[in-house]
């Protein structure tokens, strides 16, 4: 298991988490003004509702599966008996899932046939085995999965959504090409996992275990999702919900690049503390906590420079509320960059879930609490700074949890840094943000050049991470290189 595949494997799963959320990117600019603001905010609300029921779904059956199958990779015994095991328990939850979604969208007054069309999303979550790929740190075919997919699902929007009223056509198109993709990669399946022994069936054997997994996965849902929920509930206003969805999607995209890392890692970590590597975990987690500075203080800082030139031309008119809204929302990408280290990569693979769970437990708590006045005071933008603020508790109470085993103090020191040369950037893009007019190339120009400065500074402060991944990466190329000349 080498560092190299931990390299590829990161590519691939950026690709994943990307593609996962690149489809409504590519396609914003256009639906944004087919639909218009309350046309997508119906959407998001529905979606938010047809997720609760997802969740139930799922109940923890991915994170278990993807746990237990990084521990038994190299055994195709046990992970066949794994995999099996932990299929036909999510066969059973989802199964009754969808059934009582059904009854209740049969009952919804409004909306009822967007509510039963995505239906759909659940019948995805009952053919998923992307968590067994993942367990196995195989990345490479759900990426392949989700580009010939991800293609299809953008070429069917432009050539069948054409106006307003065809919003079922497009939430037609959201679900059935995730049921498709996820069919797809059960082909794979044969040249990794053989039959077991009917004796060797007991998916209900570790149901405790899957729902401590379950536990805070709802609790992660009340203040990743609800939000959407209660801006419906309270304001009433199908288009404040548009401005948020719209503003979650660009910084989603973005935080899917750091947050990519700790999917690859999540396995890998599973498999070292299955054989007692205590070092080379530690070792993992600065670089992991290294990786969030190095990415996130930029992505962070470019948003707020650059969220005012970007909204108008991509969005359109009448979306003028994304700006604030992205500029709010930008400042998870580092904290839930560090959660992400901290809770998925370390404590679930680790076996201390239950701290995990206290820690999204009182981020929910805290998220809802906010929400109930903040959304009635400033809607939308009221339940940006709930998010964050529920996030930051969320990371905080996390890293209280691992004080004792990684030094809090190591790691901010290393974020000093990022921290210089960020600032630099943003002295750099300030008059530009004012002086630039909103377009393409104006965007583009103060991505590039912000970019630029940024890696220039950390250059000149001679960044160890940052050159020594540069110089490992040269030389990797290199290598590729002389190996295919040497074949040829």
Same mark, same amino acid.
């Given at each position: 298991?080498?560092?190299?595949?931990?390299?590829?494997?990161?590519?691939?799963?950026?690709?994943?988490?990307?593609?996962?959320?690149?489809?409504?990117?590519?396609?914003?600019?256009?639906?944004?003004?087919?639909?218009?603001?309350?046309?997508?905010?119906?959407?998001?609300?529905?979606?938010?509702?047809?997720?609760?029921?997802?969740?139930?779904?799922?109940?923890?059956?991915?994170?278990?599966?993807?746990?237990?199958?990084?521990?038994?990779?190299?055994?195709?015994?046990?992970?066949?008996?794994?995999?099996?095991?932990? %299929?036909?328990?999510?066969?059973?939850?989802?199964?009754? /899932?969808?059934? $009582?979604?059904?009854?209740?969208?049969? $009952?919804?007054? @409004?909306?009822?046939?967007?509510?039963?069309?995505?239906?759909?999303?659940?019948?995805?979550?009952?053919?998923?085995?992307?968590?067994?790929?993942?367990?196995? &740190?195989?990345?490479?075919?759900?990426?392949?999965? @989700?580009?010939?997919?991800?293609?299809?699902?953008?070429?069917?929007?432009?050539?069948?959504?054409?106006? %307003?009223?065809?919003?079922?056509?497009?939430?037609?198109?959201?679900?059935?090409?995730?049921?498709?993709?996820?069919?797809?990669?059960?082909?794979?399946?044969?040249?990794?996992?053989?039959?077991?022994?009917?004796?060797?069936?007991?998916?209900?054997?570790?149901?405790?275990?899957?729902?401590?997994?379950?536990?805070?996965?709802?609790?992660?849902?009340?203040?990743?999702?609800?939000?959407?929920?209660?801006?419906?509930?309270? /304001?009433?206003?199908?288009?404040?919900?548009?401005?948020?969805?719209?503003?979650?999607?660009?910084?989603?995209?973005?935080?899917?690049?750091?947050?990519?890392?700790?999917?690859?890692?999540?396995?890998?970590?599973?498999?070292?503390?299955?054989?007692?590597?205590?070092?080379?975990?530690?070792?993992?987690?600065?670089?992991?906590?290294?990786?969030?500075?190095?990415?996130?203080?930029?992505?962070?800082?470019?948003?707020?420079?650059?969220?005012?030139?970007?909204?108008?031309?991509?969005?359109?008119?009448?979306?003028?509320?994304?700006?604030?809204?992205?500029?709010?929302?930008?400042?998870?990408?580092?904290?839930?960059?560090?959660?992400?280290?901290?809770?998925?990569?370390? $404590?679930?693979?680790?076996?201390?879930? @239950?701290?995990?769970?206290?820690?999204? /437990?009182?981020?929910?708590?805290?998220?809802?609490?906010?929400?109930?006045?903040?959304?009635?005071?400033?809607?939308?933008?009221?339940?940006?700074?709930?998010?964050?603020?529920?996030?930051?508790?969320?990371?905080?109470?996390?890293?209280?949890?691992?004080?004792? &085993?990684?030094?809090? %103090?190591?790691?901010?020191?290393?974020?000093?840094?990022?921290?210089?040369?960020?600032?630099?950037?943003?002295?750099?893009?300030?008059?530009?943000?004012?002086?630039?007019?909103?377009?393409?190339?104006?965007?583009?120009?103060?991505?590039?050049?912000?970019? /630029?400065?940024?890696?220039?500074?950390?250059?000149?402060? %001679?960044?160890?991470?940052?050159?020594?991944?540069?110089?490992?990466?040269?030389?990797?190329?290199?290598?590729?290189?002389?190996?295919?000349?040497?074949?040829?």
């Amino acid at each position: 298991m080498s560092q190299k595949s931990i390299k590829k494997n990161y590519i691939f799963n950026v690709a994943y988490q990307v593609l996962i959320i690149l489809t409504p990117l590519i396609t914003a600019p256009y639906l944004s003004r087919v639909l218009q603001p309350d046309g997508i905010g119906t959407v998001s609300f529905v979606e938010s509702i047809v997720s609760y029921f997802s969740l139930v779904a799922v109940m923890g059956v991915s994170s278990y599966g993807q746990r237990e199958i990084s521990y038994v990779q190299n055994d195709i015994e046990k992970r066949s008996e794994v995999f099996w095991n932990t %299929k036909l328990l999510g066969f059973c939850t989802s199964g009754i /899932t969808i059934i $009582l979604y059904i009854v209740f969208a049969l $009952l919804q007054k @409004n909306n009822s046939t967007i509510y039963l069309i995505l239906s759909l999303n659940l019948v995805s979550v009952f053919f998923d085995i992307t968590w067994f790929f993942q367990g196995m &740190e195989d990345f490479a075919k759900t990426v392949t999965r @989700n580009v010939i997919f991800k293609i299809i699902n953008i070429a069917y929007i432009f050539a069948f959504v054409k106006s %307003k009223n065809d919003i079922i056509i497009y939430v037609f198109g959201l679900g059935i090409f995730s049921v498709l993709g996820n069919i797809s990669l059960w082909a794979y399946l044969p040249k990794y996992i053989k039959k077991v022994k009917l004796s060797a069936l007991k998916p209900f054997k570790d149901i405790k275990v899957v729902l401590s997994l379950f536990i805070p996965a709802v609790a992660v849902q009340i203040y990743t999702v609800l939000d959407k929920t209660m801006i419906g509930v309270i /304001t009433g206003s199908s288009a404040e919900n548009g401005y948020y969805e719209q503003a979650m999607k660009i910084s989603r995209i973005l935080l899917a690049i750091i947050t990519a890392l700790g999917t690859v890692m999540v396995p890998r970590i599973g498999y070292l503390f299955q054989n007692g590597k205590k070092e080379d975990i530690q070792n993992y987690m600065y670089q992991g906590c290294r990786f969030v500075w190095l990415l996130g203080v930029p992505m962070c800082l470019g948003i707020i420079m650059t969220a005012g030139n970007f909204v108008p031309w991509f969005f359109g008119v009448g979306y003028e509320k994304v700006v604030p809204l992205l500029q709010i929302l930008s400042l998870l990408i580092l904290i839930i960059g560090f959660s992400n280290v901290v809770g998925s990569q370390y $404590l679930i693979p680790t076996k201390r879930q @239950n701290k995990f769970t206290i820690s999204v /437990t009182a981020g929910a708590i805290v998220n809802f609490c906010l929400n109930t006045f903040m959304i009635y005071f400033f809607k939308s933008i009221g339940a940006a700074i709930a998010s964050v603020a529920a996030e930051t508790v969320v990371t905080t109470s996390m890293i209280l949890f691992v004080r004792k &085993e990684f030094s809090v %103090k190591h790691i901010l020191k290393e974020g000093c840094n990022y921290f210089i040369a960020g600032a630099v950037m943003t002295v750099v893009l300030l008059p530009l943000s004012k002086l630039f007019a909103s377009s393409v190339f104006h965007t583009l120009a103060m991505v590039l050049i912000g970019a /630029t400065v940024y890696f220039i500074v950390l250059l000149i402060e %001679k960044d160890e991470f940052l050159i020594s991944n540069v110089i490992n990466l040269v030389k990797q190329i290199k290598d590729k290189i002389l190996h295919n000349r040497r074949k040829s």
